[in-house]
């Protein structure tokens, strides 16, 4: 079992930026593919960033491209999500989550562990 924790979610300005944390504890954290999904009011769960273990390749949904960085430190077992120029269409509840394997996917099912989700809300 893998538990993952999130934080640093909260309120902030249109054009402000904000730093999500997802610490994982539990099984290794080494050769897991790692990445953050988040979910607006009636909508479904939609993929945003993810990261390989290994190569560090990430992936980014187009919305978020150029704003959003991932990044992982596996030495404190934690990947972490850097959210810059946020929009009123970023609000959320942003989930980390983990695959048994080391090649990131976009693919919601794809992934075996999931946090309990931060709220990031965005205002205009």
């Known amino acids: 079992q893998v538990q993952l924790v999130e934080s640093g979610g909260g309120l902030v300005q249109a054009g402000g930026s904000l730093r999500l944390s997802c610490a994982a504890s539990?099984?290794?954290?080494?050769?897991?593919?790692m990445g953050w999904f988040r979910q607006a009011p009636g909508k479904e769960r939609e993929f945003v960033a993810a990261?390989?273990?290994?190569?560090?390749?990430?992936y980014y949904t187009d919305s978020v491209k150029g704003r959003f960085t991932i990044s992982r430190d596996n030495a404190k077992t934690t990947v972490y999500l850097r959210m810059n120029t946020l929009k009123p269409e970023d609000t959320a509840v942003y989930y980390c989550?983990?695959?048994?394997?080391?090649?990131?996917?976009?693919?919601?099912?794809?992934?075996?562990?999931w946090g309990q989700g931060t709220q990031v809300t965005v205002s205009s």
């Open positions: 989550a983990a695959r048994i394997s080391p090649r990131a996917s976009t693919v919601v099912d794809e992934y075996n562990y």
């Open positions: 539990g099984r290794t954290f080494s050769s897991y593919a």
């Open positions: 990261i390989s273990w290994g190569t560090g390749i990430t």
